[in-house]
């Protein structure tokens, strides 16, 4: 088996197992293939994520409107079809005006935690360059966990 070009209803029915024993020049292949597989369905729910908002757009802003809801879940419905559209709502505040902001809540005597969730972080660049004697300093309150592992196969040679 050298050709693998795998339909996605028989790259289902592999076992981890049957994927773990292909040979090297096999793993990259479908590596590969899974990757323009993974391109390709991107480009094809967007398409088709386009297409439904050409067809139902009207609808869907409707909907919204009569709800008086900008973020959220509403339903549309075509025949026998029911389209749900979900639109998250993503918040982000301007960090120099909130910083302004909490300096003249505590100038005047309040706590800033009853108002502002504050939250502190250093780039993990700039801790790294820090000098040894200001990072020990900072070190119990640093928490490291691996993030989700990532594999990138390629022929020997290649980049």
Do not use: C
Request: hydrophobic share 40%; no cysteine; charged share 25%.
């Amino acid at each position: 088996m050298t050709d693998l070009t795998l339909l996605p209803a028989e790259l289902a029915e592999l076992s981890v197992a049957q994927l773990a024993a292909l040979s090297p020049q096999q793993k990259i292949l479908l590596a590969q293939q899974l990757e323009q597989a993974g391109d390709w369905l991107k480009q094809v729910k967007a398409r088709f994520d386009a297409a439904l908002e050409q067809t139902y757009g009207d609808r869907i802003r409707a909907a919204r409107n009569d709800g008086g809801k900008d973020f959220g879940v509403v339903h549309v419905a075509d025949g026998d079809l029911r389209l749900t559209v979900d639109v998250s709502k993503r918040v982000t505040w301007d960090q120099a005006q909130l910083a302004t902001i909490a300096k003249r809540i505590d100038a005047a005597g309040e706590s800033v935690e009853e108002f502002i969730d504050v939250s502190y972080s250093i780039s993990e660049s700039r801790f790294q360059n820090w000098p040894s004697t200001l990072r020990s300093q900072f070190e119990a309150t640093r928490t490291v966990k691996p993030g989700k592992p990532t594999y990138r196969l390629t022929q020997a040679g290649e980049g």
